[in-house]
């Protein structure tokens, strides 16, 4: 009596049984040995990826001490984040605007000078510097002049620092796109040069600060030259009399104490990707 | 699976000698499959130990600071009560660093850290690919879709496990639950959740990376520093489903991790007929 094997009707989802199948056994080793030989080739690169890129304090409390740095290591690793500070630029828009909120909202907003917190004497004799210009010159602009010489806006974005904290802070000031208008960059130039020539160090030492500010993210609407904080005057806290104020990148971009602003052509120096942070950093 | 060598014959050659019989095997799991679990390991212990190394930078558990130890970071507390209570410990140098030196990268390496980071993020991305595009080819998407039953089913297997060790103690009888699928219910609910976990993992990533440009994302997870949180607790998912994998992979015997490596098994069953061990 030969038995007859009714076949279910299967749904597209439903699950099914697994496919069996004769296979000769030589076959069968040959294939295995080669997905032993296949993997454990894989676990072995792992591993050897794992020290060629693990930081060089963590390879010497896992017991490694023979040193791992090399240029290659170096550039692979900041590859990564030329490659993600790519996508960050991919992402960014100028009509894209970040939210804002309302004066309800705002939370503390620590000082974050990563040093020790400038002597506020730097502050009455303070201009701003701006070079690079089409005009060939350069200007000095004091306090006075940028308070009265640009309308001022006011905002109330979200600070975001590479760390991982944020805050919601009310800010005022100029729109960097104005201070543009007002004194255009040379035709070629592609990147603002911040600096702050006040910056200290831990030790209260002069720790010069500087970022590249691509152009574009300056045009943005709601990039800021800020003068007030919280409705007041800039404290030193907070980089008197004037901080730069880029919602859209990271906190470390947000320059305190701005004394020089450069148009150049090349991308120019960062403090922290000189530090091995990343570049672009928009958010 | 026999170790005997096979004589050496054509398939269809009229000779004498007699064929070696075929081994019986099952299809399991596709190569890219098993390519992206394996490489997984690597990629998943790379987020973990940088990822840690960055919460150091900004700890979302904080507390007033310690009038003592001036520590306000709830993870380096754990540290440091390691050190006050295991014997051996009590004259570390850094008790609040312990925690990020035994389970991250380390403490004060916020730059290395968002390097890796990245590298093993992207790699996670990509990979997750392989392991979608190894389950389409596979067919091995269906046996990995929740059932109604599944809820009820899988907590009878969790109590099947818990029960395992007393009854085994005791020398009782304790009865695997019935079952006639390629994994069993909680099987099913753990290989499905992991990556589904996998997916907020990125989606709250990019939400904490790109907070302005992608603003909607942070906000379908309630904000940017609820992104974080969430961020957080979806790394401790991983974290508690790998212990009890692998000692339930090795539990179930050669057969179920030689599986994810070939990509074939010997235990061949019928549909209608399911395992009944003891």
Not at chain 1, 3 to 12: I, N, Y
Not at chain 2, 259 to 267: A, D, K, L, Y
Request: proline content about 7%.
């Amino acid at each position: 009596m030969k038995s007859v094997s009714v076949k279910k009707p299967q749904s597209f989802f439903g699950e099914r049984s697994l496919p069996a199948i004769e296979v000769a056994p030589r076959l069968l080793r040959n294939q295995s040995r080669r997905d032993f030989l296949v993997f454990g080739a894989g676990a072995l690169a792992a591993l050897a990826g794992a020290e060629f890129l693990l930081p060089q304090d963590t390879l010497s409390r896992m017991g490694m001490h023979r040193n791992m740095d090399s240029p290659g290591k170096e550039w692979f690793l900041n590859k990564a984040l030329r490659i993600d500070d790519d996508v960050a630029e991919a992402f960014y828009s100028v009509n894209r605007r970040v939210p804002t909120y309302t004066k309800s909202q705002v939370t503390p907003l620590k000082n974050n000078y990563n040093g020790t917190t400038p002597d506020p004497g730097y502050i009455s004799g303070w201009k701003l510097t701006l070079g690079g210009l089409a005009s060939g010159l350069t200007i000095s602009l004091d306090i006075r002049h940028v308070l009265t010489r640009f309308s001022m806006h006011e905002q109330i974005t979200r600070l975001v620092c590479v760390e991982g904290w944020s805050a919601i802070a009310w800010w005022a000031g100029l729109r960097f796109d104005d201070l543009l208008r007002a004194y255009p960059p040379m035709p070629q130039a592609k990147w603002a040069h911040v600096e702050s020539s006040v910056n200290l160090d831990a030790s209260g030492n002069p720790d010069p600060y500087f970022m590249s500010l691509d152009l574009a993210t300056a045009h943005h609407p709601q990039t800021l030259l800020a003068t007030h904080f919280h409705g007041q005057p800039l404290t030193v806290d907070h980089g008197a009399p004037l901080r730069l104020l880029v919602p859209v990148k990271l906190g470390l971009k947000n320059v305190k104490a701005i004394t020089r602003i450069t148009y150049v052509a090349e991308e120019p120096r960062d403090y922290w990707a000189e530090r091995g942070y990343s570049r672009y950093d928009g958010i | 699976m026999s170790h005997s060598t096979p004589p050496d014959c054509e398939p269809n050659s009229t000779s004498t000698l007699p064929e070696q019989p075929g081994v019986l095997v099952v299809r399991k799991h596709h190569f890219l499959v098993r390519w992206s679990h394996w490489l997984n390991v690597a990629i998943l212990l790379g987020l973990v130990l940088s990822g840690i190394s960055i919460y150091w930078a900004s700890p979302i558990y904080q507390h007033e600071p310690d009038p003592n130890t001036g520590n306000a970071d709830v993870a380096a507390d754990v540290g440091i009560w390691i050190c006050a209570h295991v014997p051996g410990l009590h004259a570390y140098s850094s008790p609040p660093d312990w925690i990020y030196k035994h389970m991250s990268l380390g403490p004060g390496m916020l730059a290395q850290a968002l390097r890796l980071h990245w590298v093993c993020a992207y790699s996670l991305m990509l990979n997750g690919m392989v392991y979608v595009a190894g389950l389409a080819m596979g067919g091995g998407w269906r046996s990995l879709l929740p059932r109604r039953t599944d809820l009820l089913d899988a907590l009878r297997m969790f109590r099947y496990y818990l029960g395992f060790p007393f009854a085994k103690l005791a020398r009782r009888q304790w009865l695997h639950p019935l079952f006639n699928t390629k994994y069993n219910a909680l099987q099913r609910t753990a290989y499905f959740s992991v990556p589904v976990a996998g997916l907020l993992s990125v989606a709250t990533g990019w939400a904490i990376h790109k907070p302005m440009q992608l603003h909607w994302l942070a906000a379908l997870f309630g904000g940017y520093n609820a992104a974080r949180v969430w961020h957080f607790w979806l790394m401790w998912i991983y974290i508690l489903f790998v212990v009890p994998h692998v000692i339930l992979v090795f539990a179930d015997g050669w057969d179920t991790l030689r599986s994810m490596i070939v990509g074939w098994s010997t235990r061949v069953e019928r549909p209608e007929v399911g395992r009944n061990e003891q």
